[in-house]
């Protein structure tokens, strides 16, 4: 199983970038997706995570409060990969990102990075003021 992100910069305040995930060795619908970040001395946020595409229930996606109206979280299944495309970027956005995937997590615990089981090595975003 290999996850590879891709897509980090250094960007101005205000500006976008789209982060990919590009996975191999599974069925990305089977899996919920969480992107994540860590900030120099902070601990390991969710910024974004769906839940898996079971055909049954609804795929839902969670925000952290800061990411709300301005990142969206979507999925290609055919290209085994997920974006996360982040607009009015801010400096207090800057950390390194990184996805994961994990099985079986409820809604509640879809956030925490102990629920998941395969990760990126992750890519940085830094924004400048």
Do not use: H
């Amino acid at each position: 199983v290999q996850l590879v992100e891709s897509g980090g910069g250094l960007v101005q305040a205000g500006g976008s970038l789209r982060l990919s995930c590009t996975t191999s060795g599974l069925t990305l619908d089977n899996y919920a997706i969480g992107w994540f970040r860590q900030a120099p001395g902070k601990e390991r946020e969710g910024v974004s995570c769906i839940n898996r595409n079971d055909g049954i229930n609804d795929v839902l996606a969670y925000y952290v409060d800061s990411a709300k109206g301005r990142f969206t979280i979507s999925r290609d299944s055919a290209k085994n990969t997920v974006y996360l495309q982040m607009n009015s970027l801010k400096p207090e956005d800057t950390a390194i990102y990184s996805c994961a995937m994990g099985s079986r997590i409820i809604w509640s615990n879809l956030a925490l990075p102990s629920s998941y089981t395969y990760w990126g090595q992750g890519t940085q975003v830094t924004v400048s003021s």
